[in-house]
């Protein structure tokens, strides 16, 4: 027999109800007991603790660990997945650790567990694991703005545009919450002052408040700095604002050389894949600093190779050694899940892999990074 289910344990006899194992997950991240204790997942366990004697393949594992980059419980949670055998039964453990940013949320609805049993939380529970976070643990784009005011939030848009993609829509139509209540339970209100997530994102003019967060773009003709500038654009506004505006300006900058390979059919060779391009973009815009610098991204298109140029060195957990592989840290978490709710952000820590298989399949040689203290740098070069 494994363990009795509690408030910190529940098994599963398989994972075919994804959609259970991920309200678990969910549940066991907002931690509404308060145990400040991890909580556990038994997958290959029936409801009486005996083994169900399931086959715990590597793909079963790999498929539980893909959860938390997928982008469906946010902000991300943090977990892991291992082979046990315990008692004689071959299971996985499924192990999530409590959030210090709660709500958690799962496809826009708040799960918590009351015993052993997972339930949607009320509003009283939101307003309990709201009030839980420390402000002075936060990362700085979930810290409260000095001098920013609640009305100088786009408050229709976020009404009209953000929160139907951010809250499942029955959650959405049955909340008789007000909106501000609604920001403070989606991070982006602290008390009566919008975070700085808030303000990059939905504030009428964010680089009143954040003076750098805007994208600058060179076209040059040659190979160096120094060389004459073809183009050049400020690509200001709110966060979604300066990412489709910045889609556009790569676009255009694309050149196709078309080669006809018999009639009717020709094959188009771009100098550039649009998608790593855009890929790299996003990954300098969601994880460059915003504390203390008013430095831009900067996306710098020579004859021969684009340089993005993220402010900003590596953060938290990510090295070197690491960087791009499946390990990953995020400076700017809620920006981070803004993104995804923009729809600028699929999933979670595969866009430098997807960048790098676009280039390959183009012919591009891989990109290459430069790390600095106070930068990263990605180098993309044309196709041969």
Known sequence: MINLESDQ???????????????????????????????????????????ASLSITDDLLTRLSNIRGEGSIL??????????????????VIT????LDTPVRYRGEVWIRAGPSVHL???????????????TDLPFDRRATRSLHYSDLDKDSIEREYLPRAIAPEVLEANARSLSH??????????????????????????????????????????EITDPILDQKTISGRLEDVLRRMDEVLEINIRVRTQV?????????????VAALKQLAYNAVMHRTYEGTNAPVRIYWYADRVDIVSPGGLYGRMTRQNFGGED?????????????????????????????????????????FEFQASLVAATVRQAA
């Open 328 to 368: 990953t840290d995020y400076r700017n978490p809620l920006v981070a899940e803004i993104m995804h709710h923009l729809g600028f952000a699929q999933r979670f820590g595969l866009g430098l892999r997807l960048a790098q298989e676009a280039l390959a399949r183009n012919g591009n040689p891989a990109a290459e």
């Open 9 to 51: 344990v529940e098994r599963k006899e398989s994972a075919a109800d994804d959609q259970k194992v991920r309200r678990n997950i969910c549940a066991f991240a907002n931690d509404l007991p308060g145990n400040q204790q991890p909580g556990v997942l038994f997958v290959g366990v029936r409801n009486d603790g005996s083994c």
């Open 96 to 99: 999530v650790s409590p959030s």
């Open 261 to 273: 390979a018999g009639v009717p059919r020709e094959i188009r060779h771009p100098d550039y894949p």
């Open 182 to 223: 609604q920001l403070r339970s989606l991070r982006l209100l602290q008390g009566d002052r919008p975070t700085w997530g808030a303000a990059l994102a939905f504030a009428h003019d964010p680089q009143a408040w954040l003076p750098g967060s805007y994208v600058q773009f060179l076209r040059i003709a040659g190979r």
């Open 75 to 92: 902000p991300l949670p943090s977990m892991t997945v291992q082979r046990r055998v315990l008692k004689g039964c071959d299971v996985a």
């Open 121 to 135: 939380a009320s509003s009283e529970d939101e307003r309990l694991l709201a009030e839980r976070r420390r402000a």
